[in-house]
């Protein structure tokens, strides 16, 4: 149950470029102050309807450093590399961190690095990699080094995240809460040192940035958490790269794209490698 909980987050994390790009101009750290903002919200009424008491928030420093690090790190350098390196390769860097949970969830206690579970995060790679660059493949120019040191940092930091989110198992999953609402203040700080304010022009961007704050931005986060603390973290890494193809399906989906034959290709590869990474289960439920 908890690794359905992970694919969850996966699946609202495909709705964040469509909901993104329908929110108009605001620039990225507001974007990111006003939607954990709105993530903090959701878990305060979540932690409400669960009548969560308030010592659950009294949490090691290490439990702070991981899960406030960890969400505000990654969006930090995510878009410090959007700024200083082209987005195609930004992104594909970026999108490392998969491939890294999979690789490091065998560093921790009972977990082990099989054969299937690497080639199928290759595949995904493979497959994101396709979706990214559109086929023309990708060309890194030293002079975007500190963008590319961004990107790689970005995905690093949710690995880590991601995969010593296990370590602290027993920590509620209410705890995200206040990740989110530290992230918030953090960002808001970023934009009023880097940024202009640029608020939404119309009702529908604001609907859009409304449902970023509850979904990928929201909601997701805490589904993660649960994920990586008790469901299947390799399976989980491998099956992460879905969102890029179902966010690509959905764009298409809703004219921001086209149908192409690298779409279809990378939806060939990203299913395969997930059943290939996923064969043990199935081979226990068969």
């Known amino acids: 149950m908890a690794t359905f909980y992970g694919f969850t987050a996966v699946f609202l994390w495909s709705l964040l470029a469509l909901l993104t790009a329908a929110s108009g101009m605001v620039p990225p750290f507001q974007l990111a102050a006003l939607t954990f903002t709105i993530a903090t919200l959701v878990g305060l009424v979540l932690c409400i309807i669960k009548k969560t008491p308030f010592s659950a928030f009294k949490q090691p420093l290490p439990v702070w450093i991981v899960g406030v690090g ?86 690093l930091i949710w690995a880590l995240y991601s995969v010593l989110s296990r370590q602290f198992a027993k920590t509620p999953s209410d705890i995200v809460t206040a990740f989110c609402a530290a992230t918030a203040l953090l960002s808001a700080l970023c934009h009023l040192a880097f940024e202009t304010t640029k608020w939404p022009d119309t009702t529908t961007q604001w609907l859009a940035l409304i449902g970023l704050g509850l979904g990928p931005v ?39 794209g086209n149908f192409t034959w690298q779409v279809i290709l990378a939806c060939l590869l990203i299913t395969s490698g997930a059943l290939l990474a996923a064969k043990e289960i199935i081979a226990k439920k068969s």
Request: glycine fraction near 12%; proline fraction near 4%.
């Open 70 to 155: 960890g969400l505000f790190g990654y969006h930090f350098f995510y878009f410090t590399a959007l700024k200083n390196a082209p987005p195609v390769e930004a992104s594909q860097i970026a999108y490392l961190w998969p491939l890294l949970i999979v690789l490091m969830a065998a560093m921790l206690p009972g977990e082990r690095l099989r054969w299937f579970h690497l080639i199928g995060a290759l595949m995904g790679l493979s497959g994101t990699t396709l979706l990214v660059t559109r086929g023309t493949g990708l060309t890194f120019d030293a002079h975007y080094i500190i963008g590319y040191g961004a990107a790689f940092l970005s995905a």
């Open 218 to 256: 929201g909601l997701a986060f805490y589904t993660w958490d649960i994920g990586m603390k008790r469901g299947n973290i390799q399976l989980l890494g491998v099956g992460s790269y879905a969102a890029p193809l179902l966010s690509t399906l959905l764009l298409i989906a809703f004219g921001y």
